[in-house]
Every structure is written in structure tokens, then in C-alpha cells.
């Protein structure tokens, strides 16, 4: 009989463990294209890993008076043709970050894209559960400012409609797409110039002005 040890073997895993990197995206490329997430799916940085929410989840969510409210309570409302930025969490897509609920499992499920919210909470529930394909469902931004939550600028459309839009806009070095500071620094920008203007408790105009200005300020023709 030998003495000599089992060789050493890797310890098992698992997809359902976590890491310190494990935070909210949204599922997509790493460019994402103008905005896009699928019906009901999320995902970790990194890899994207579907995470399927069901109709009747999404539902209870967007009934109840309470989640409502606290969604309501980060986005600043402005007239319909203007984008409605998101003050709370973003993701590193640019997309906001709502949480629904605190459900158990570390893809964090109940927290949910803010414009996938905002667009369902007018049109109500979208029946596809999650999407993969080109033909499936995605939430576009018509603005293609991914921190948007202005359900006038969103539309439903499909994941190859989406990136065709987004080839075809953005080299434009006027919009959105363009932005230096990429999608999460854009919208970051047009976060803080909200909560300055509202701190010092500017009126609407002030703090339009303060959109106006972070919005440029990231564009590469502003730079010189």
C-alpha cells in the first residue's frame, strides 16, 4: 500500500458563485448599441449570464404603489421631447440601475435595467422571457442616451434592429453615442449636474441649463 497523497484536485464550482466583480449590467455585448436590454433578462459584469424573470414577478413589481414610488423618486421628470435622466445606481453599460425587490442568489434578480422598467410600467409586462436571438425583443433607446428614462424615447424592437441602428449612429460625433466619457460616464455626468441643481434648489430652467452643458461636455467637438 502506498503512502503517498491523492494529487491535489481544483475545488468544484459552480455558476451560482460569486465574486467581488459581481454587480448589475445588462444583457448585451460590451457595446451594447443604442440602449437595448432584452424583455426580462439581466446579467453580471463580465460574461453576460441570462437571468429570466417571470411575468407575474415583473408584475407585482410594477402594481405595487411602494416600488413605484421609489423608482419615481430617482428619475427626473422633465417635458415629453426631453430625455428624463436617472439619479440612482448605473450600471458599467451607462444604463440605469433600479432595485425592485431584494431577492436571494447573486445575480441580484431583483434588480432590474430602469429603462426596461420605465417602458413596461406605460405598456405593461412584456411577454418574451428574455431574449438571445435577433428577432427577439429588446427595449431601444430612441435618444440613444442609455441613462434615459423617458419612456417616449423608448421603443420595442428587435437585438439586430438594435445594432443596426447603433453601426449607423454612433461615429456621429454629435450624439450621444460619441460621448468620451463612454455610456456610464455620460450618464453619471447628467446625474450630477441634476443633484447640483437640485441642491441648490435651481429652478427648472437652472437645471436644464446644468443638462445642457454635461451633455456637450463629453462630446469629442466640445473638446477643442
Known sequence: MSNKPPPPTDPPTSPSVGTRAEQLSLLGPRDPGPGAVGAVQLSLLGRPVAVRLPAELWRSWLDSPIVVARFEAKRYVRRDSDCWPWLGAVSDTGHGSFRAASLPGVSRRGTVPTHLFAYQLVHGVIPRLGWSESEDSVVCHRCDSHGCVNPYHLRLGTAAE??????????????????????????RAIARAVRTGLALAEGRDLVDERIRAAELEGLPLTLW
Open 162 to 187: 438594435n445594432r443596426a441602428e447603433w453601426a449607423r449612429r454612433h461615429r456621429d460625433p454629435g450624439g450621444p453615442l460619441a460621448d468620451v466619457r463612454g455610456p456610464a460616464g455620460r450618464t
